[in-house]
Every structure is written in C-alpha cells, then in structure tokens.
C-alpha cells in the first residue's frame, strides 16, 4: 500500500485515537450505583466497548446480575442514567494515545481527507473530539446513530465514502478491532488496525486486515512502504 492509492481515510475512535476506558468505567458505575447494582472494573468493561453503547450497557447489565437479562423498563432506565452520567464526564478520564496527532496531521498533509466513523452516540463522540482537540482534523463525523446499522456492517462504510465523495478502494479504513475490519472487508476498503486498542479482549493481529501499526504516526511510514 502507498499514500498515493487513498484519496481519504475513515478513523475509528474509542481504541484508536482516545483510550476511553475510563470514562466508560466512571459513567456506568455512576449508571449502576443509581440502580443500586454492584460496580463493574476496567478489567470487565474493556473487552465490551466497540459495539455500540447499547450493546455495552445490556452487556454490562447481564455481567452484575450474574447472566440474566435485563427487562426492556431496567434497560431503559440504565440507558438515560448511563447518558446523563456519560455527557456529564465525556473526555475527563479519557487520553489521546500517543501518535495521534502525528499521524492525522500526516495524513491531512497528504491530502488525504478524514472522516471519523465511530459506533459511539454523535452526541458522544463529537464533544469528545472536540475536547481532546482532534476535531479539526475530519471532514465529516459519523456516530453509531447516523444510519440504520453499525459496524461490522458495510452500511456505515459505504455511507462514509458517499459523503466524502470517495471510492471504497480508495478509503482507507484505520481502526482498533475486527469490527473496524470486517466492516472494511465487507465494504472493499483496505484496513489498518492498532496493536493497542480494545478488539473485544481478543489478540489484534490475529484478525483479517491489511497491516498493522504501534502508533497512528507510522500510518506514513507504513503507508508508503
């Protein structure tokens, strides 16, 4: 692969350019406590985060009542405790991973146009990006509720591409696990994953992607070989 083969690159967020962990932590202990539940650890949310804040709050719901399903009134409940509590410390427990900044800034520099795309609410993800300062840097910002599905589905690709005016073949899609990747796969856009984001608690390099960096700033390097 060569930087002269994209015209513009998808980003993922949470695991590829902001350790969210924390904030993920912080907000749905604050969801659980208001619903008298036990605490969850960092060690137990990690390998939930990637597919959507709903599928983590179910997940997390099933965890402390020990493998039983929340009923639809408990999950609703959670669901607006979990998003007053998540708007309220967005981004304070949060840190952009080194080579961020590098690596987007690098990219821009190429000409490359930027869209972050992220299954994450857009009410989460945009004041986030914001307040870690990497808004500037995307021509366009997706959430998990801007089309009908999420990643792993095309659909979000496609869309992505359609609004940056790109082929898929020509997007690159960066992201942290094998959800970033079989969306690609699936929409024809070659991928790159982190070797140090969240992908579910299983080993990255272990999935089905293009290549792989340490650091956002090696996308240059990797890029062009």
């Known amino acids: 692969m060569h930087l002269s083969n994209f015209d513009a690159a998808i980003v993922d967020l949470d695991g590829t350019m902001v350790d969210t962990l924390g904030d993920f932590v912080v907000a ?8 008298e539940l ?3 650890t960092a060690e137990t949310v990690a390998p939930l985060i990637g597919k959507g804040s ?7 719901l099933r965890h402390v009542r020990e493998g039983l399903h929340a009923d639809e009134a408990q999950f609703d409940q959670a669901w607006r405790r979990y998003q007053q509590h998540y708007l309220a410390i967005n981004g304070r427990h949060a840190e952009v991973y080194p080579g961020v900044i590098d690596g987007l800034a690098a990219l821009r520099a ?21 307040a870690k300062g990497l808004d500037g840097y995307f ?16 659909l979000p ?14 997007t690159l899609m960066v992201g942290d696990s094998s959800n970033d990747a079989r969306a690609a796969r699936a929409a024809g856009c070659p991928v790159v994953l982190v070797s140090y984001g969240y992908n579910h608690g299983e080993p990255v390099r272990g999935v089905d992607a293009d290549g792989f960096v340490d650091s ?5 390097r990797v890029l062009d070989g």
């Open 28 to 35: 749905l202990n604050y969801m659980l406590e208001g619903l």
């Open 38 to 40: 036990r605490e969850v």
């Open 54 to 60: 709903e599928h983590l709050i179910h997940s997390v």
């Open 110 to 130: 190429h000409g490359i146009r930027l869209a972050c795309l992220t299954n994450k609410p857009t009410a989460f993800a945009r004041p986030l990006l914001t």
């Open 139 to 154: 021509d366009v910002v997706f959430g998990g509720d801007a089309f009908e599905r999420k990643k792993p589905d095309p």
């Open 157 to 170: 690709l496609l869309k992505t591409c359609a609004a940056l005016g790109t082929l898929p073949a020509r």
């Open 216 to 220: 956002l700033a090696e996308l240059g």
